[in-house]
């Protein structure tokens, strides 16, 4: 490949870990919600090193829409239970990480997605894309070929229907597709929750297959949608730039949020002010 992302370059000095199904420990707890990966570069370490072991594993990126809905949708609850690996997606998230344990900093699925693919194109694992619409999917494919110097397999592209529920038949259909595919990691966007419903859903049905949330990575990807300046992203206000460019189907969402991290922040100063009770023997 002529030019690299800087984490994938890293990656090429690292030992792969060896693949276990161990659980990774929790590095931190945010809402309840572990974060158990500490940073981009140890995740698609992690990625690889799984993916080249076929296993099974779901990669969550928990972010504060995320709490919002794990409050009231258990099928989302059960598959974030199973979660293998998990970043803290989002400057509020990472920050309340960060104050438990000062490693953890932010890792999004759409800054994951180009050193990622471009490990897996180094390490030849095939790669499938589900989700979001069939012009996307094939424009961002289009794309992922000329970051790899098409070096990287895509083993199989497919956009499910509007009315696709994680747990159907038609998800079934599409676990079976992916799995003659031969794909090792599957990167899927389908915007949460039904995107980590699906990944751990196919999990339980037996695909040995890297499920990879990412939200609108591949959107980005194909342009279209547009992504925060750089500047945005790295001031922590991603969520300003996209309210400001789509306010009628975010509003809502966003406040949300805010009532969200209000409850958190005043939970880690009781937790760090206040008298805890003692445990009892």
Avoid at 18 to 38: F, K, R, S
């Amino acid at each position: 490949m002529q030019q690299k992302n800087t984490a994938a370059l890293a990656l090429a000095d690292l030992e792969l870990p060896n693949a276990t199904q161990e659980p990774i420990p929790a590095l931190a707890y945010v809402g309840g919600w572990p974060i158990n990966t500490a940073d981009m570069q140890t995740a698609i370490s992690r990625i690889i090193g799984r993916a080249k072991a076929r296993e099974a594993f779901t990669v969550f990126t928990l972010n504060l829409d995320h709490l919002v809905k794990l409050r009231s949708d258990e099928p989302f609850r059960r598959a974030y239970r199973k979660a293998d690996i998990v970043t803290a997606d989002g400057a509020p998230v990472a920050w309340l990480a960060r104050l438990q344990d000062q490693s953890v900093v932010r890792a999004t699925g759409s800054d994951m997605l180009l050193p990622m693919l471009d490990a897996a194109a180094d390490a030849r694992l095939p790669v499938f894309l589900f989700g979001s619409t069939e012009e996307v999917l094939t424009k961002a494919a289009h794309e992922i070929g000329n970051v790899t110097d098409g070096l990287l397999k895509i083993a199989g592209v497919l956009s499910p229907s509007r009315s696709f529920d994680p747990e159907g038949p038609e998800a079934d259909r599409a676990i079976e597709t992916i799995k003659r595919s031969g794909a090792r990691i599957c990167i899927v966007a389908l915007g949460a929750p039904k995107q980590e419903i699906f990944a751990e859903h196919a999990r339980a049905r037996g695909l040995r297959c890297g499920m990879i949330c990412s939200g609108a990575s591949l959107d980005f990807l194909a342009g279209a949608q547009i992504r925060a300046p750089g500047l945005f992203r790295k001031l922590g206000l991603e969520w300003l730039w996209r309210l400001a460019t789509n306010p009628r189907r975010l509003a809502k969402r966003y406040a949300e949020c805010a009532i969200t991290l209000a409850r958190l922040l005043i939970a880690e100063v009781a937790r760090r002010h206040l008298p805890q009770p003692e445990s009892r023997a």
